[in-house]
């Protein structure tokens, strides 16, 4: 079943640009965390933080939700618990 | 509360089918200086710790949950579809008899993953030193796995990993650098 | 002195059965080194950090790091 979407390359490079962003996200995360008066480094946090939550919004349209629990909007029906799930790409 | 998200830290890509690697792996999914054990170390830690360093041991802890992912995708990915053959070959007759191809959380000799592997002693330096020691420990353990693997996707994988316990440990150390100066702290700006 | 490896000779003597490793090395990351993060350290762009597994390049530690002839991890 539903083999051959996940074969969708711009899917990868997609979720890929996500990565990169999320990963800026966390590693500028632990260094807010030992450095909270970084001014620069909060409006780097911020600036990202708007642009994972755009980034997602358009995987989201064409490939499903990617956050639990109301994070993300469902479509109909529900397609939160479709495959493939991470391990799965 | 916690959130799931769909997707993987890193783009988890393994070349082959290859269950001899997924044995080694285990010992960082169930072992002592596994992924499995440093989330709950570091989210255990966060109770009894000054409120400075509680963010960072949350957000410590919750990436741990992502590596841990990443080590189950790679188990998955170089065990799914092996014979049981191909399990008995590469070691994991023992492993099939008991599991099929379920992960486990056990090291690579076998040992199931037990709660003595985490330090709590309460004490906020005796606590952040476990943890600087934990991830050199983790990143030896992935330097030892990659010196026996010869899968370059897997080893970029692994790679990324190990470059995260160094962060982590440089972070921890600062931790220990903001309790110890805590009245002070702005000599550090 | 920050280097990413360091090596020692271990000692062998005639009867070790197995064939010496003359040169042993180990791995000395920049976390050791460092101290508390200056602020406004150089980043690598988004799409090496995700690869490189730091924002950072003053942590980065790139392995297995080159050893010097005959040098064993």
């Given at each position: 079943m539903k083999q051959g979407q996940s074969h969708d390359?711009?899917?990868?490079?997609?979720?890929?640009?996500?990565?990169?962003?999320?990963?800026?996200?966390?590693?500028?995360?632990?260094y807010l965390d030992t450095h909270p008066e970084d001014t620069q480094a909060v409006q780097q946090f911020n600036q990202l933080a708007v642009e994972s939550r755009d980034l997602k919004t358009v995987y989201e349209q064409k490939y499903g939700p990617l956050r639990q629990y109301g994070g993300s909007f469902s479509g109909y029906p529900w397609n939160w618990a479709d495959s493939p799930w991470p391990w799965q790409l | 509360m916690w959130f799931y998200e769909k997707k993987l830290q890193y783009p988890v890509k393994v070349t082959e089918c290859n269950p001899r690697l997924a044995k080694y792996l285990i010992e960082q999914y169930g072992g002592a200086d596994g992924e499995l054990s440093a989330a709950l170390r570091y989210l255990n830690q966060r109770y009894t710790i000054p409120d400075k360093v509680i963010g960072l041991l949350t957000d410590i802890g919750t990436e741990e949950f992502a590596h841990l992912e990443m080590i189950a995708t790679m188990i998955y990915k170089l065990t799914k579809d092996a014979t049981p053959e191909q399990m008995k070959e590469a070691g994991l007759g023992a492993h099939y008899a008991n599991h099929d191809h379920a992960l486990y959380y056990q090291n690579a000799a076998g040992s199931p993953w037990t709660a003595t592997y985490i330090a709590a002693k309460g004490d906020p330096i005796a606590d952040l030193y476990e943890d600087i020691a934990a991830e050199e420990k983790a990143r030896a353990t992935y330097q030892w796995i990659i010196n026996?693997?010869?899968?370059?996707?897997?080893?970029?994988?692994?790679?990324?990993?190990?470059?995260?316990?160094?962060?982590?440990?440089?972070?921890?150390?600062?931790?220990?650098?903001?309790?110890?100066?805590?009245?002070?702290?702005?000599?550090?700006? | 002195m920050y280097t990413p490896v360091?090596?020692?000779?271990?000692?062998y003597g005639p009867y070790d059965p197995c064939p010496p490793c003359k040169t042993k090395c180990y791995q000395t990351p920049p976390n050791l080194y460092l101290g508390f993060q200056p602020m406004n350290l150089q980043q690598y762009p988004l799409q090496e950090a995700l690869y490189k597994g730091t924002l950072w390049p003053c942590l980065y530690d790139p392995y297995p790091t080159p050893v010097p002839e005959g040098g064993k991890r």
């Open positions: 390359q711009e899917r990868y490079s997609l979720m890929e640009k996500i990565q990169m962003v999320d990963f800026a996200l966390v590693d500028l995360t632990l | 026996m693997s010869d899968d370059p996707c897997l080893n970029d994988s692994l790679k990324f990993l190990r470059e995260r316990e160094v962060i982590h440990s440089q972070r921890f150390r600062e931790a220990v650098e903001i309790l110890k100066f805590e009245k002070d702290r702005k000599q550090f700006f | 360091k090596c020692y000779h271990p000692y």
